[in-house]
């Protein structure tokens, strides 16, 4: 890999915080199948970052990436200061990864598997005891610890191997979509707990599906679409790109919606669903003007709501292949 496509802002250097993930034009196909089509990512230190993208538009093969799984095709990356292409060893020693590809063995009991990462560390006898111990009671798993991991519900598996990933005390995690198939007080749960390693300190990388995930654990989120990153900022800096606040009226009368439909300007009309969606920031100013324009016109609609742009706005905004606002560098970072 050419070291000439590195990025300035190295590692502890700057003015910028440290980065904990830096990573130049990644790049990797299967086959002709381009997955990755140049990956640009500064993650600093201490921060959760989320990459948030539909089914198989990459975000596996990025995290694999990462953890030194796989090579890239092309472009460069280090993680904790390490670079992967040539120091895959120790970027090794200070990751932990889990996610689609678990290191759970079902076949053994959940401190079984626990005591088998600890050798894998080279933990003392007595230290994995205690490490395995203390784990499995933080993730609330030691009623269940003598019983056999495959006997264990999908919550309690991602629980488990949470914490066999911590074994090692990595400071950077990735985190492969950590909650999919689990029910809302699990993933409840499951954030919990990805807010205290933050708490900790530690950097957590975080794949998703899920706005709303991305929403609530990321510092910053970027949108993989296409093997791009569509756009990448805080969550509110992403529901700013897209245009999408509206007002919607909605009548029962016919012959109201007609006279509205015809004397407001800019509307979009639904016919069959009798309302209009009419641009706003919904601002009380906004409201008001509208409110009184249709007193006005004695024209009287059945219900008002107000619609500020959400991640799911965005998302489907950036991953269709309509509508597309792309980013520029300048306000994307
Ligand atoms: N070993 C492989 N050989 C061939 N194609 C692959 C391989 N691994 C992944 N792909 C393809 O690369 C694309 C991206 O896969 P990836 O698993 O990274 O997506 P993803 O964003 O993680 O999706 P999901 O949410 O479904 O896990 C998919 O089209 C997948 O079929």
Request: no cysteine.
């Amino acid at each position: 890999m050419p070291s000439s496509v590195m990025p300035t802002p190295e590692w502890g250097g700057g003015s910028q915080s440290p980065a904990a993930i830096i990573a130049a034009g990644l790049r990797k196909s299967y086959g002709d199948k381009t997955v990755l089509d140049g990956i640009d990512l500064r993650i600093p230190a201490g921060s959760v970052f989320a990459l948030l993208g539909p089914n198989g538009a990459g975000k596996t093969t990025a995290v694999k990436i990462l953890s030194t799984l796989i090579t890239a095709d092309a472009g460069e990356a280090k993680v904790a200061g390490h670079d992967l292409a040539t120091d895959p060893q120790a970027v090794r020693a200070a990751i932990g990864v889990t996610g689609q590809f678990s290191a759970v063995d079902g076949l053994i009991t959940g401190e079984e598997n626990m005591l088998l990462m600890a050798d894998l560390h080279h933990l003392s006898r007595r230290e994995g005891r205690r490490t395995a111990a203390e784990l499995l009671e933080r993730f609330d798993l030691t009623d269940a610890a003598k019983k056999p991991a495959a006997t264990y519900s999908g919550g309690m598996k991602r629980r488990l191997d949470l914490a066999m990933t911590l074994v090692g005390n990595p400071r950077i995690i990735f985190l492969d979509e950590p909650t999919t198939g689990l029910d809302p007080r699990s993933r409840h749960n499951m954030w919990q707990i990805i807010r205290e390693l933050v708490s900790d300190g530690v950097t957590v990388f975080l794949t998703t599906q899920y706005l709303e995930e991305a929403d609530q654990l990321a510092d910053r989120i970027a949108v993989l679409n296409d093997g791009k990153i569509a756009a990448e900022g805080t969550a509110d800096e992403l529901k700013r790109l897209i245009p999408g606040g509206h007002i919607r009226l909605r009548f029962t009368d016919p012959a109201a919606y007609q006279a509205a439909r015809h004397a407001l300007d800019e509307v979009t009309p639904d016919d069959e669903a009798l309302s209009l969606q009419i641009p706003s920031d919904g601002s009380q100013r906004e409201l008001r003007s509208l409110l009184d324009w249709l007193d006005a016109a004695d024209i009287e609609a059945d219900e008002l709501t107000v619609h500020t742009p959400d991640l799911d706005d965005v998302f489907f905004a950036l991953t269709s292949n309509t509508n597309i606002p792309t980013q520029s560098k300048e306000n994307a970072r």
